[in-house]
């Protein structure tokens, strides 16, 4: 090799190296500006959760000492806004869900229960059990607040960082660091003494303990269940090759499950079942079966899942929407007990468009809540109820509706359906108070009517 | 030939150069997770259940599609209807997309593989029953496949019942 040749061989790969390098080095950067990002973006969430954690506290201690029920409303309200923003910046942080569990609960029951005390309809006077449940609560913010302030401290002298937690290098660190896990899990011990928390509201711990109302009769053995079931679904025709048990399920309703197998052996259907182990109550079933194009028409496929539930003997049911999603329907039922049409016991039926073949039958609404109920007399009339809409509705449809709470319970109501500037609502009055419980707006689409 | 075999000498150091640097750059672009562009396939789920609305069909079906795309039908509801039963939690976000991107909360989503496949029929129409509230797992706010390593913690939850791969537990 001439010395030519050989300094253009050193350039060329000093070039190449060159351009490593630069590229290296940007990588590096474009890394390390990533990393500071997301660092920001984490401690932006916390330093929130803690601003916010701090808020509750203060006001907290305001709702107590308060004396006018107005101003509680006002305390309150805002209690509920900052808790709720506490609880999503909260859940953005790369934290295991066993460290933050309690406290995100925490923070959601105590907007959550400060806001139900607000929509009280009595004059939202706190009573002594609020106002002592109030008090453990503000301990407990007191107690959260504190550790929290730990973890900033931590956070602050570097003994941590979010981002290292999530790339999971925990090999690398120095001696006395810790993961953010660890960190928390202080806070989440301070958790351990939460009050129960019973009211109208959509986190209470009630609505976890709920008994399913709709179960009754004797103990069936999984051989009757089996045979119930394989009469209740719509095969269609359709050969059932095999059939199985497929064990106990300990869910809200104790049932068997049951595995039918119909279609060709390459690509059978499965048909799963549960039936309830008191009194054989089908609550659901699902066909896999892929649906060819759609061959009947909606109408047709209402009839279907009508003429399916009567035949099941399952009576006094009336269809409420229908929404159609590729080529399958899904049928909405709700139980009309005379004229009342009762939300809460809901039945929702899929129907096939190329066969009107029932895909899947869910009844776990309706067996959660139906059973014999001794509805209130109203106490304002239709005509007094219609005076408290906005005037501005022109009501198209009006009837009776027992309506589920936030909490779960039930209100009766008149249902309006009604017209505002071209676009359709439901209003519902409370037949007992004359108060406007629910607004729905109804959205029509090609597929159906979407309830807003 | 004498004056060739130095040529030969420059060529193999730039031949070779060359290679590793398109091994390089070709482990640069496999390095990060291949996020395709999103794509928008919300004028073939036209519909949504009530009180949500017909984006949440799209995502919910890219998650089972990433957490259940080898479960049978059921299987696929129910990891819907645990992300579901997430928002009804006071444990959990109260938003479908704050269950969904919730930190560790779900691997497909951590690893970016709901946005690389697209969902298939089966996904989308588990999505829309699970969004108009069809739960197998009767509440279940947890699944993993027993078979897999999982944290130790997560077996003390009460199991409900099992679909295919994965158990469900509260």
């Known amino acids: 090799m001439n010395l030519r040749q050989y300094t253009a061989a050193l350039i060329a790969l000093f070039v190449l190296l060159g351009i490593t390098a630069i590229w290296g080095v940007s990588q590096a950067q474009a890394r390390r500006s990533a990393e500071v990002q997301m660092e920001n973006k984490y401690n932006r969430a916390f330093y929130e959760v803690m601003q916010r954690s701090k808020n509750i506290e203060a006001l907290l201690s305001k709702g107590l000492a308060s004396g006018s029920p107005n101003n509680v409303d006002n305390l309150f309200s805002d209690l509920w806004y900052n808790a709720n923003a506490a609880q999503e910046n909260l859940h953005q942080l790369p934290l295991s869900h066993n460290v933050i569990a309690k406290t995100s609960k925490f923070l959601t029951q105590v907007g959550d229960y400060a806001y139900a005390i607000t929509k009280r309809d009595d004059g939202t006077k706190m009573t002594d059990e609020d106002r002592s449940t109030m008090r453990e609560l503000y301990k407990t913010a007191q107690a959260l607040n504190r550790?929290?302030?730990?973890?900033?401290?931590?956070?602050?002298?570097?003994?941590?960082?979010?981002?290292?937690?999530?790339?999971?290098?925990?090999?690398?660190?120095?001696?006395?660091?810790?993961?953010?896990?660890?960190?928390?899990?202080?806070?989440?011990?301070?958790?351990?003494?939460?009050?129960?928390?019973?009211?109208?509201?959509?986190?209470?711990?009630?609505?976890?303990?709920?008994?399913?109302?709709?179960?009754?009769?004797?103990e069936v053995t999984a051989e009757q269940a089996q045979k119930k079931v394989r009469s209740f679904i719509d095969f269609k025709g359709a050969?059932?090759?095999?059939?199985?048990?497929?064990?106990?399920?300990?869910?809200?309703?104790?049932?068997?499950?049951?595995?039918?197998?119909?279609?060709?052996d390459n690509s059978p259907d499965i048909i799963t079942a549960n039936v309830s182990k008191t009194g054989g109550?089908?609550?659901?079933?699902?066909?896999?079966?892929?649906?060819?194009?759609?061959?009947?028409?909606?109408?047709?496929?209402?009839?279907?899942?009508?003429?399916?539930?009567?035949?099941?003997?399952?009576?006094?049911m009336e269809t409420t929407y229908t929404l159609k999603e590729g080529n399958?329907?899904?049928?909405?039922?709700?139980?009309?007990?005379?004229?009342?049409?009762?939300?809460?016991?809901?039945?929702?039926?899929?129907?096939?468009?190329?066969?009107?073949?029932?895909?899947?039958?869910?009844?776990?609404?309706?067996?959660?809540?139906?059973?014999?109920?001794?509805?209130p007399q109203p106490k304002i009339s239709l005509s007094e109820a219609r005076k408290k809409l906005n005037p501005e509705l022109e009501v198209e449809e009006e009837r009776m509706a027992v309506i589920p709470s936030d909490g779960n319970h039930e209100l009766l109501t008149y249902e309006f359906k009604a017209k505002m500037d071209g676009e359709d609502f439901l209003v519902y009055i409370n037949a007992l108070t004359g108060e406007e419980e629910r607004i729905f707006k109804l959205l029509h689409t090609p597929g159906g009517t979407l309830v807003l | 030939m004498d004056m060739k075999k130095p040529q030969y000498g420059l060529a193999a150091v730039i031949a070779l150069s060359l290679v590793f640097f398109c091994a390089g750059y070709l482990l640069w672009r496999q390095g990060g997770p291949d996020v395709e562009p999103r794509v928008d396939t919300t004028d073939s789920v036209a519909e949504a259940s009530p009180e949500t609305n017909v984006d949440n069909v799209d995502l919910l079906a890219r998650v089972i599609m990433g957490e259940a795309a080898d479960e049978p039908y059921l299987g696929k509801v129910a990891v819907g209807a645990v992300i579901m039963n997430r928002m009804r939690s006071g444990s959990f976000p109260n938003s479908l997309s704050g269950v969904i991107f919730e930190p560790w909360a779900f691997e497909s989503v951590e690893n970016g593989l709901i946005w690389s496949r697209e969902p298939t029929d089966d996904c989308f129409r588990a999505a829309v029953e699970a969004l108009n509230g069809f739960d197998p797992t009767y509440g279940a706010l947890f699944f993993w496949n027993p078979s897999k390593p999982v944290g130790p913690w997560i077996w003390s939850r009460p199991i409900i019942t099992q679909i295919g791969d994965h158990v469900f537990a509260r």
């Open chain 1, 147 to 218: 550790e929290l302030t730990k973890v900033q401290q931590q956070a602050a002298a570097g003994k941590f960082r979010w981002s290292e937690v999530q790339r999971g290098i925990r090999s690398n660190f120095a001696k006395g660091s810790m993961s953010a896990d660890q960190s928390f899990r202080s806070v989440e011990s301070q958790m351990q003494e939460l009050p129960t928390l019973i009211y109208d509201g959509p986190f209470s711990d009630h609505l976890e303990r709920a008994k399913p109302l709709g179960v009754t009769g004797k």
């Open chain 1, 239 to 264: 050969k059932v090759r095999e059939e199985r048990a497929t064990g106990t399920v300990k869910g809200k309703i104790p049932a068997y499950g049951f595995e039918f197998r119909t279609g060709d």
């Open chain 1, 281 to 316: 109550h089908v609550i659901y079933y699902t066909n896999s079966r892929r649906v060819a194009e759609a061959k009947i028409s909606e109408a047709q496929a209402r009839t279907f899942a009508e003429n399916f539930l009567k035949s099941r003997g399952i009576n006094n």
């Open chain 1, 328 to 375: 399958t329907l899904t049928v909405s039922f709700a139980y009309k007990e005379g004229d009342v049409i009762v939300y809460p016991d809901l039945i929702k039926v899929l129907v096939a468009l190329d066969n009107g073949q029932i895909l899947t039958y869910d009844a776990l609404g309706y067996l959660m809540s139906h059973r014999e109920r001794d509805l």
